[in-house]
Nanobody
């Protein structure tokens, strides 16, 4: 059974930092892309950052220069370093993993709250 276990969310003041982690286990096929999405109350889930197996990255414009996605392939883990956090970054953050067979898996979500 595939499990994605997220950690690192919490409450932080504006301008602060958090680091999210997501460890994947139970996958049959190798991981291809890994990503972080977020969903704020009343809004649609949006892609925040993604990283391919070749470590190519892309970010939503609103987090460029503040967030950094990285991965540790040996640990099947993806990270999201979030700096200079703003109240508008408040959301539930979800880890997403796609394997080489294009199966997609989601984490349970971790709450990030940024106070002004």
């Amino acid at each position: 059974q595939v499990q994605l276990v997220e950690s690192g969310g919490g409450l932080v003041q504006a301008g602060g930092s958090l680091r999210l982690s997501c460890a994947a286990s139970g996958l049959i096929f190798s991981i291809n892309a890994m990503a972080w999405y977020r969903q704020a109350p009343g809004k649609q889930r949006e892609l925040v950052a993604a990283i391919t197996s070749a470590s190519s990255t892309n970010y939503v414009d609103s987090v460029k220069g503040r967030f950094t996605i990285s991965r540790d392939n040996a640990k099947n883990t993806v990270y999201l370093q979030m700096n200079s956090l703003k109240p508008e970054d408040t959301a539930v953050y979800y880890c997403n993993v796609k394997d080489v067979r294009r199966n997609m898996y989601w984490g349970q979500g971790t709450q990030v709250t940024v106070s002004s």
